[in-house]
């Protein structure tokens, strides 16, 4: 049957056929659905089958998470430069099998195989960055006002977490999660998404070759619907849960958060976006024209901070919208113009090739336009005025400002949005801080 065929294909593209799982990752054993329920994974693009993966009772992932805690002591009492080593290896295996790891995303989630290899790129980066900051989870000292005592804060990972991501990265958001989680000292369980499961299941896979200690790492899977919310329902109220670090929708969030709050988890939310994109009359348009197609058309218009809104001051608009329709004629989306400010793309995330062109006159006035959202993750401008890179910048109600650049996404810097966009940030300086709590040590009679 094509459906067999299609799935021996996938596996015998690869140079390591044993990268392709289809199984769940659970203290280190690679497990079917205790039931022997399953779902289907298909290639978005053809709509053939990839796999059949295990569907989860709630039971199972009560397992992992018993795997994950018991695994949490010895993980988090190794020293800070032995998980740098178990993550420098992680990143080298990334590296190594890169070609894989691009070939199975791109099967299971369908952007090109070109996107796939950047994204693979873009999530050992994670790695890498994470592998470094290890190694720099200062503590601190601070003089105290009483006498004979001296203050100390250290900080230690925060427990067992888990992990749920979406289907449009479905490395780099895992990475963006897994790697503070283990430089820092955490355990976890990650809840791949059931549309995009393997890349998940893949990472496990290295994360196994490298060493990593059974349970350190476990990956369940569960088909959408009522296992979906019941393994969430699990994580969030499971008291041997310390933390939930969620990059999805924002209605999920919000349930989620909801979900958690009966345990007090500590939460890391990255929810949708609505970015505006900013075109003032004094931009240097042949920038902001390739900005936009960045930006907006990137991963095909599937990622959180695509261009959602584009405004464009009066006087270029009509040369902006010309120029951009001529080059988005060469590809499959849409450009529309003169939008009025009651359509649904004026407030919600389209998430997809669909480029929504507003006029304005005055920078306060689409100031006000650009935060008139209830989510604030990125927002993006163009001008050439110094002063007003840092007025609008300073004004925007966002997590993240790109000025004269569609892109706004690097391991380096923090990542994270503002109002319901969600809270906590990832990769950059502060994204192990997501993972680990500041303790006081006070002592006194010195
Ligand atoms: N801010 C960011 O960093 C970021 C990154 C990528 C995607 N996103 C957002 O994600 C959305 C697109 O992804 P999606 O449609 O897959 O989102 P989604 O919220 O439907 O799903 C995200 C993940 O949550 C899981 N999930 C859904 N219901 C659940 C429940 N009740 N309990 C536990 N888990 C549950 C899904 O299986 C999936 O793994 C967009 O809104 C996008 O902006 C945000
Ligand atoms: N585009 C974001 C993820 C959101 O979808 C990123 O590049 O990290």
């Known amino acids: 049957m094509v459906t067999t065929t299609r799935t021996q294909d996938l596996a015998s593209q690869l140079a390591d056929s044993s990268l392709f799982r289809t199984k769940g990752f659970v203290n280190g054993q690679w497990v079917d659905a ?52 178990y993550l420098l290896k992680l990143f080298q295996a990334m590296e190594e099998n890169a070609n894989d790891l691009a070939l199975i995303l791109t099967a299971e989630n369908g952007k090109p195989f070109a996107e796939a ?18 190694v720099r989870t200062y503590g601190h000292t601070v003089p105290s006002p009483f006498p004979n005592t001296r203050n100390t804060v250290i900080k230690q990972p925060v427990g067992v977490c888990g992990l749920i991501t979406p289907w449009n990265f479905p490395n780099a958001m895992i990475t963006r999660k897994m790697a503070p989680a283990l430089a820092a000292g955490c355990t976890m369980v990650i809840k791949a998404p059931a549309e995009t ?13 490298v060493g990593i200690p059974p349970g350190v790492v476990n990956c369940v899977t569960v088909e959408k619907g009522e296992r979906e919310a019941a393994c969430g329902l699990e994580l969030c109220e499971n008291v041997n849960v310390s933390k939930i670090s969620f990059t999805g929708s924002t209605p999920v969030g919000r349930l989620l958060m909801k979900q958690s709050s009966g345990t007090l988890k500590k939460l890391s939310f990255e929810l949708g976006g609505n970015a505006a994109f900013i075109v003032f009359d004094d931009a240097d348009l042949n920038l902001a024209i390739e900005g936009v197609i960045a930006s907006k058309f990137r991963a095909g218009g599937q990622t959180c901070v695509c261009a959602n809104r584009i405004f464009v001051h009066a006087k270029v608009y009509d040369e902006f919208a010309s120029r951009l329709a001529k080059k988005v004629k060469a590809f499959k989306p849409t450009v529309l113009v003169d939008v009025p400010k009651e359509c649904a793309i004026a407030s919600e995330e389209t998430f997809g090739p669909l480029a929504a062109l507003f006029k304005f006159e005055d920078e306060d006035d689409v100031v006000v336009r650009a935060n008139d959202s209830e989510v604030g993750l990125a927002g993006y401008f163009y ?17 993240m400002v790109a000025v004269n650049t569609g892109v706004i996404a690097q391991t380096c810097v923090p990542f994270g949005g503002v109002k319901q966009s969600g809270f906590g940030r990832e990769g950059g300086k502060s994204g192990i801080d997501e993972y680990m709590i500041e303790k006081l040590i006070t002592i006194g009679g010195i």
């Open 383 to 399: 001008t050439k005025d110094v002063s007003r890179t840092y007025r609008v910048a300073e004004k925007l109600q966002v997590g």
């Open 117 to 134: 290899k950047g994204e693979i790129a873009y999530g050992a980066g994670f790695v890498s960055w994470f592998a470094a900051e290890a």
């Open 34 to 85: 205790s039931d022997g329920l399953s779902f289907t994974v298909t290639n978005p693009a053809t709509g053939e089958k990839l796999g059949e993966m295990p569907n989860m009772p709630r039971s199972q992932i009560q397992e992992a998470i018993v795997a994950s805690k018991t695994a949490f002591p010895l993980w988090a009492k190794l020293t800070a430069h032995q998980r740098q080593g």
């Open 197 to 209: 499961p393997l890349s998940a299941l893949a990472m496990c896979a290295l994360a196994e070759r």
